[in-house]
């Protein structure tokens, strides 16, 4: 530990001190669907990785040794950040899609503002779970189609938002997830349908 | 992508957090931002050293765990020990983590400051 200007590798970019409340917003699609490339386009640090590891016990757990009637999974996730303001500070985690993950879901969607279901036109089916997961938590989510440029169907965005059975009310749109005005235009739609959601509630309460 | 540490080594998770194996409770959100409240001391146990060194600036348990190689139970274990001690100050997220939406003050300042990104 050398002196005090050198406390931290240069490649970390500390938070200002005034930082005092810590968001969060999930970004859920199959593999390699472009979460971390998304996740990379809008952070102002590179995205970082780590790991839950989980020791459950009970139901909807695939192999359970008899031994412990327990079973440790480790899952890895990655996320980014952006400083909004002085005090605010939002946490993007890109998560994996698919069900045995479901534990991890649990964990990162307590307290997040909203998700961003991550949709690859030629895997539609993986964005199933991810939708039927967030409508039964109540967490509130939008859905980017990332076109890549291999994809010949070029599916239009209503025949995409009818293959998922997505009800109108929930937004849809493209999104190119290496693009950073792209990534920001996606979280920019998933507040604002958030801050349409609160402003109903609080007119109604 | 992998990390050089195998964090699922149960010796070391062992010998990092005294044996125990579970945190008392969910008081460490992944978003809840550490403060640390003094220098690390001589002879300290070298993960609360490095978790005081990163907390001079406000760190998010998150990140406290990818710089560490650690899990986020671990990095939980860890924050309880440094709190019990008085060395770190949590400031905990204020966003209901119940099922109900934060209000739209807040939402307007999110939206704020991603357009001026
Ligand atoms: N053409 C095109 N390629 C993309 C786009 N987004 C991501 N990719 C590429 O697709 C590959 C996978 O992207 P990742 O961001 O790693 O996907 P991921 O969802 O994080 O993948 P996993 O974490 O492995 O599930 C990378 O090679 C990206 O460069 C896109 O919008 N268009
Ligand atoms: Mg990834």
């Given amino acids: ?205 | 992508m992998r990390r050089p540490v195998d964090v699922g080594d149960p010796d070391r998770l062992y010998t990092v957090t005294g044996g125990r194996s579970r945190s008392d409770g969910s008081s460490f959100d992944l978003v809840t931002l550490i403060v640390a409240e003094c220098e690390p001391a001589v002879g300290q146990q070298s993960e609360h050293a490095r978790i005081l060194e990163l907390c001079r600036h406000p760190t998010a348990v998150v990140e406290i765990a990818a710089e560490l190689s650690l899990p986020i139970t671990v990095v939980r274990i860890l924050l309880e020990d440094l709190q019990a001690t008085g060395r770190i100050t949590p400031r905990h997220p204020r966003v209901a983590a119940s099922a109900t939406l934060p209000d739209s003050a807040l939402l307007t300042e999110v939206l704020h400051g991603l357009r001026n990104l």
């Fill in chain 1, 1 to 205: 530990m050398g002196s005090a200007t050198s406390e931290l590798p240069s490649s970390r970019t500390p938070l200002r001190d005034t930082a005092e409340n810590g968001l969060k917003i999930v970004v859920v699609g199959g593999f390699g669907v472009g979460k971390t490339t998304l996740v990379r386009s809008v952070s102002e640090i590179r995205p970082l990785n780590t790991e839950e590891v989980m020791t459950q016990a009970g139901a909807g757990v695939d192999e359970m040794p008899e031994s412990t009637g327990k079973t440790t999974t480790t899952v890895a996730f990655d996320f980014g950040r952006i400083s909004l303001n002085d005090r605010l500070v939002l946490y993007l985690f890109g998560a994996p899609g698919q069900k045995r993950f479901w534990f991890l879901w649990d964990r990162l969607f307590a307290g997040t503002l909203g998700a961003v279901v991550l949709v690859d036109t030629r895997r539609m089916d993986e964005s199933w779970y991810a939708i039927d997961r967030l409508e039964h938590h109540g967490t509130p989510f939008v859905v980017a189609v990332n076109r890549f440029d291999d994809d010949s169907a070029r599916h239009s965005l209503e025949e995409i938002r009818a293959a998922l059975a997505l009800p109108a009310h929930v937004p849809l749109i493209e999104c190119d997830a290496r693009v950073r005005s792209s990534g920001k235009d996606v979280l920019i739609t998933l507040v604002d349908h958030l801050h349409h959601l609160a402003r109903e509630r609080e007119l109604t309460a």
